[in-house]
């Protein structure tokens, strides 16, 4: 969801000839919103690759007597 946005935001600046720094200030008041975005998604994808990392090396136990 989150890449989706920031894919409309991209768009969206490149078209209206603005940086993402510029439509922050406009449109909420911060310039360093793009940015944080960008960082918490990419956060965000790295914590999910960890987790499955975790999950693919750490197998849960199998029940004894399942098929």
């Known amino acids: ?21 510029t439509l922050g200030v406009r449109a909420i008041g911060n310039s360093r919103f793009v940015d944080r975005l960008r960082r918490r998604v990419e956060k965000t994808q790295a914590d999910v690759q960890r987790v499955r990392a975790y999950i693919a090396a750490n197998p849960p ?6 098929a």
């Open 1 to 21: 969801m989150e890449n989706d946005f920031l894919e409309e935001i991209t768009t969206y600046c490149a078209m209206a000839g603005i940086s993402p720094s």
């Open 61 to 66: 136990p199998q029940e004894r007597g399942a």
